[in-house]
């Protein structure tokens, strides 16, 4: 069984700290807040190195803060730091590939 890989970041969002982890095992990506899940980032692996985010969900409490953005791009930097590629089939990550155009170079 594959581990859970975890990084930290800083946002914007004032004394908040974030942090996304990779459970593998269970193909998301995690977003939590002051320890707390606030969201995730779903995917599906699609053969050797692609991985197809077809679900992401930000827990209404945690609404409208710009977390969906935050979990997307930490999701899709580990995904780049790991050389694979993606197929986006969720509209989340959809809107921030249109939205961040560096970031289309990660679908397959």
Not at 32 to 39: P, Y
Not at 92 to 104: D, G, L, M, T
Request: with cysteine; charged share 25%.
């Amino acid at each position: 069984m594959k581990r859970s890989r975890f990084f930290c970041f800083w946002t914007t969002l004032g004394e908040m700290s974030n942090a996304i982890t990779h459970e593998a095992q269970n193909h998301r990506y995690v977003l939590s807040v002051e320890g707390e899940e606030a969201g995730f980032a779903e995917y599906v692996p699609q053969g050797e190195g692609v991985l197809n985010f077809n679900h992401t969900v930000v827990h209404e409490a945690f609404q409208g803060k710009g977390l969906s953005k935050v979990l997307v791009r930490g999701a899709l930097d580990d995904v780049r730091a790991e050389g694979k590629k993606i197929v986006a089939t969720c509209s989340a990550v959809q809107h921030f590939i249109s939205r961040n155009p560096e970031y289309a170079e990660l679908e397959a």
